[in-house]
């Protein structure tokens, strides 16, 4: 049956072609370059405190911004790991149609990580702060009311509890209902876009877990290379002529040592946690292609109510055209969002594998050196 | 060295090849032979080339020369042969004496031993050593017809023995020292190389995995694509790359091993040197003991304690005819000792000067050649770096263009 709404548009019940427009729109938003860039956030000095519950370290969040949302043009306030991830649920809540980034892993095993270490505090400061910039760097998120407050409030606890009452000015808080809507069929491209992300986590674990192993065998290589060295210092021991240039290859041997190890290291910390951080992305990203494939199947099953019941028509519209709405909405911001999110994350890659081309360079011009 | 035999003729051992033939217990056997050439150097500037002469070998028979050489030359530091079996071996490297590469290797080995030889200023005047690079046939029989048999079994046993030097030269005492530890730092050395080289093949090979999941994730991919899959295959390029780095390694190690073994003829000499030593005391000793018999004899007083001695005076004294009988015996025998003692301290002399000169020579080698060994190990390990080097670099720029 061919459908209509009040104001006459064709109803479509395939995916919509006019979110075109709606990304025509948001394209201009896209344009944010460095010069015309209005806020800057950076995450840094992490501190130890000492409570008698508790033992925590806190971050520094600094901002500076020219935006005519913030009261002042700078600010400095301390937050710790709570408080990033209450930020980001209440991202997830108020903007449920945008990819979120994500958060470094919450939990660590106690025991196996020391969470006080300099390494494990210093990653997470990295993971803290990108997190923070990409935030920053979206049209949408960057102007959410929480985000607004995290980097301002003195005291966030205070508006944590609050949070429940206050409603935000942008725009309403969409609920989202899973009333057991199922969806017939995924539009094609958001499908498309499903099997990109489960192959793309796939291979990622892949790779995460080849450079474990390659770290493993050169953790490996390194005890037999110091076990090798010392034996040519200890023949030069022997000889008359020979001692210097045995004691020569030993020295040599040791250096090679040290290299390598600050090359595990570096992989150690740069590289893995940015792989596992990408992997964390796709899930939630996963995640959000689920949510919309709710809002559309109830689009749909409503669509669907609409046509079964003509005399209600003047009733249930506002309401169908609402979901169409949200559906058109969903799909827009997240083309958008996934297109911005191939970008930077392209950049990302093409950054950290050059770092660990980089770093292999390093360790092996170290070892010529010598 | 101007008169030794390597730079009258060239000596190579060009080939390698399987036979199966029966052995001495009539049982088929697959053995390899190696082909050995030689060509006399003409010093004419004709042009014309001395033809190629050439006989095949095998293994045992190089290792029957050695042991003549052992038994005939005791004061040289005989040039070792490459090991019987593979031995220090890592995981990848096969342990079977038929592999190509091993069979390969030892050829290099035996043509090592046969210039090592030749260039020898004693050993390459060696007959037996000549007819063994131009007389096929026969050769066996002319080497046991030199009887080196009976003092090959005395000198292994002798060489086992434990006996104590009482006068012991320090020179050498230090020296056998010396080849013990020397031997002990080789034997772990090659040990731990192997269990690098072992570690480092591991290392190299993962990363080829790196050239699969590259390929395979730049299918999903637009314009990453083709950044990531010209960067896996300079992946696949460097796990390749270690099996040549590795096979050049082995020579090194080969370098070393020559010397494990040539410590094991360094103390050898020195052995002998002890054996000779000791036999020279026991001679002087035993003198000695036939000059007091005969002089208690003589004079009828018993300075030391004696069985002989115990009983005569139990049992009666001898008659006068008796014990001329006993003096006269013993001044033979003293008389002997004398000469014989006077021979081996002759011997004695000679052998410890011509092994000392023998062991200044093996001393220079050896500081050269290990030298040389270690710098080119040191230039192989830069090749290696720079390789890596190039493969990472060559990476990167495919990152870069992603």
């Known amino acids: ?370 | 060295m101007e008169d030794c035999l390597a730079k009258k003729m060239e000596i190579t051992v060009s080939e390698a090849e399987k036979r199966t033939g029966r052995n001495a217990m009539n049982i088929q056997e697959t053995y390899t032979a190696y082909l050995i050439e030689t060509r006399a150097v003409e010093s004419q500037s004709e042009g014309q080339c001395a033809p190629v002469e050439s006989l095949w070998r095998r293994y045992s028979e190089f290792e029957l020369l050695r042991n003549y050489l052992l038994v005939t030359y005791p004061h040289i530091v005989v040039p070792p042969l490459p090991e019987k079996r593979a031995d220090f071996v890592w995981h990848k490297l096969s342990a079977d004496n038929m592999d190509p590469d091993f069979v390969e290797r030892r050829r290099i080995g035996l043509e090592n031993f046969l210039l090592r030889v030749a260039s020898h200023p004693v050993l390459c005047q060696d007959k037996i050593f000549y007819a063994f690079l131009t007389q096929e046939s026969g050769w066996k029989e002319m080497v046991n017809e030199t009887g080196f048999q009976l003092k090959a079994d005395s000198r292994l046993k002798a060489l086992n023995a434990t006996f104590r030097v009482k006068n012991p030269d320090k020179r050498f005492t230090e020296l056998k020292h010396y080849s013990d530890e020397l031997q002990s730092v080789i034997s772990h050395l090659l040990r731990v190389r192997a269990r690098v080289a072992d570690r480092l093949y591991g290392v190299y090979k993962v990363h080829g995995n790196y050239g699969r999941v590259f390929s395979e994730w730049s299918a999903i991919e637009k314009e990453m694509g083709d950044g990531l899959q010209s960067a896996g295959h300079h992946m696949d390029v460097y796990a390749a790359s270690i099996d040549d780095i590795l096979e050049e390694e082995e020579h090194y190690a080969d370098q070393l091993k020559e010397y494990l073994f040539y410590a094991e003829a360094l103390r050898a000499v020195c052995r002998k040197h002890e054996l000779m030593q000791y036999d020279l005391e026991t001679a002087a000793q035993d003198l000695t003991s036939k000059k007091q018999q005969c002089e208690e004899l003589a004079t009828g007083t018993v300075r030391t304690f004696s069985l002989k001695g115990m009983t005569s005076k139990l049992f009666g004294q001898e008659t006068p005819e008796q014990r001329e009988a006993k003096i006269k015996v013993l001044e033979e025998q003293i008389q002997e000792g004398e000469e014989q003692l006077k021979s081996k301290n002759l011997e004695g002399r000679d052998f410890v000067k011509s092994a000392w000169a023998d062991i200044e020579r093996f001393k220079e080698q050896k500081n050269h050649d290990l030298k040389e060994a270690l710098i080119s190990y040191a230039v192989m390990q830069i090749s290696m770096c720079k390789k890596g080097i190039q493969v990472w670099t060559n990476a990167k720029e495919c990152f870069s263009k992603m």
């Not at chain 1, 935000?168 to 499908?191: D, I």
């Not at chain 1, 595990?264 to 919309?292: C, G, H, Q, W």
């Not at chain 1, 019941?309 to 979901?323: F, I, L």
């Open chain 1, 1 to 370: 049956q061919d459908l209509s709404l009040p104001n006459g548009t064709p109803v479509d019940t395939s995916s919509p072609a006019s979110s075109s427009s709606l990304l025509n729109r948001l394209q201009l938003d896209d344009d944010l370059d460095v010069e015309t860039r209005d806020l800057f956030v950076t995450v840094d000095d992490p501190k130890k405190h000492v409570c008698t519950m508790e033992t925590y370290i806190t971050y520094r969040v600094t901002t500076k911004t020219t935006r005519a949302e913030f009261d002042l043009p700078e600010y400095s306030v301390r937050r710790r790991y709570q408080d990033f991830d209450w930020l980001r649920n209440k991202l997830e809540e108020s903007q449920p149609t945008h990819l979120i980034p994500p958060l470094p892993e919450k939990f660590v095993v106690k025991g196996v990580v020391d969470r006080f270490s300099e390494e494990f505090v210093e990653t997470r400061r990295k993971a803290l702060d990108k997190f923070l910039k990409r935030i920053t760097d979206h049209p949408v998120l960057s102007f959410n009311e929480h985000f607004n407050v995290f980097l301002t409030a003195k005291d966030l606890n205070a508006y944590k509890k609050q949070g429940m009452a206050l409603l935000s000015k942008m725009g309403e808080s969409v609920k989202y209902v899973t009333g057991g809507y199922k969806l017939r069929s995924r539009p094609l491209e958001f499908a498309a876009i499903g099997d990109y992300l489960d192959t793309f986590s796939l291979k990622l674990g892949t790779i995460d877990r080849i450079a474990q192993r390659i770290i493993k065998e050169q953790l490996e290589y390194l005890v037999e290379l110091r076990e090798y060295g010392p034996i040519y210092s200890t023949w030069g021991g022997l000889e008359v002529e020979l001692s210097e240039p045995l004691e020569g290859v030993s020295a040599c041997i040791g250096n090679c040592c040290t290299a390598l190890e600050e090359l595990s290291e570096d992989m150690t910390e740069d590289f893995l946690p940015v792989l596992r951080e990408y992997i964390l992305y796709a899930e939630s990203m996963k995640n959000v292609l689920k949510k919309r494939d709710q809002v559309q199947a109830e689009y749909e099953a409503k669509l669907e109510a609409v046509a079964l019941k003509r005399e209600d028509r003047p009733k249930v519209p506002t309401d169908v055209e609402k979901c169409q709405d949200r559906v058109e909405c969903f799909n827009a911001d997240l083309k958008a969002d996934m297109e911005r999110w191939q970008n930077n994350k392209r950049q990302d890659f093409r950054q950290l594998l050059m770092g660990m081309a980089d770093k292999n360079i390093q360790y092996y011009e170290k070892v010529c050196v010598t």
